[in-house]
Antibody, heavy 121, light 105 residues
């Protein structure tokens, strides 16, 4: 059974860097044909895809966030991480990591429970 | 930029009724679309992928259809556990989500 678990600080000061890690159980981030994604959701609002990393370490980002976002992987720990720099209150959200699988098209079939990150001084 | 518009924003139903949720793309991207269900305090759960295929463990009362720019999620006879928010998702360069439909009692 595939499981994903987010971890990291729940409070970040404005202008600082948000850092989260997703640990994957039951699958390997370095094998298979899956993508490993970060998706966020402000309270009471919809979902926004942030970016992803492939099994070979290639990354893709949402153009609206690309200048501030980095996703990296640690295959030894079977983890992938997200950093968002220069955060503002608009970055306050629930952050989810999710596995993306290719069916006829990409869909997110396993999700972590989420990590609430608040940007506040 | 492609926009996915879901309607209605809120759907009020009684258990046993049929639910019909719409997702419209601003332009044709793909004939494939996914649907997710999200309950309060939980992450989204994949219901339907490739427009009409049910994900593992999803009951047959959930069905998806559509092509081009118009897609539909149908719940044939809604159960109490189905009251939730539903999102559609496609990929146009990068993954996009609709704004959601809340199905309430």
């Amino acid at each position: 059974q595939v499981q994903l678990q987010e971890s990291g600080p729940g409070l970040v000061k404005p202008s600082q860097t948000l850092s989260l890690t997703c640990t994957v159980f039951g699958d390997s981030i370095s094998s298979g044909s899956h993508y490993w994604n970060w998706i966020r959701q402000p309270a009471g609002k919809g979902l926004q895809w942030i970016g992803r990393i492939s099994n070979s370490g290639n990354t893709n980002y949402n153009p609206s966030l690309q200048s501030r976002v980095t996703i990296s992987g640690d295959t030894a720990k079977n983890q992938f991480s997200l950093t968002v720099s220069s955060v503002t209150a608009a970055d306050t959200a629930m952050y989810y990591c999710a596995r993306g699988s290719w069916f006829g098209e990409l869909a997110f079939d396993y999700w972590g429970q989420g990590r609430l990150v608040t940007v506040s001084s | 930029e492609v926009v996915l518009t879901q309607s209605p924003a809120t759907l009020s139903l009684s258990p046993g009724e049929r639910a019909t949720l719409s997702c419209r793309a601003s332009q044709t991207v793909s004939n494939y679309l996914a649907w997710y269900q999200q309950k309060p305090g939980q992450p989204p759960r994949l219901l339907i992928y490739d427009t009409s295929k049910r994900a593992t463990g999803i009951p047959p009362r959930f069905s998806g259809s559509g092509s081009g720019t118009d897609f539909t999620l149908t719940i044939s006879s809604i159960e109490p556990e189905d009251f939730a928010v539903y999102y559609c998702q496609q990929r146009s360069g990068w993954p996009l989500f609709g704004g959601g439909t809340k199905v309430e009692i």
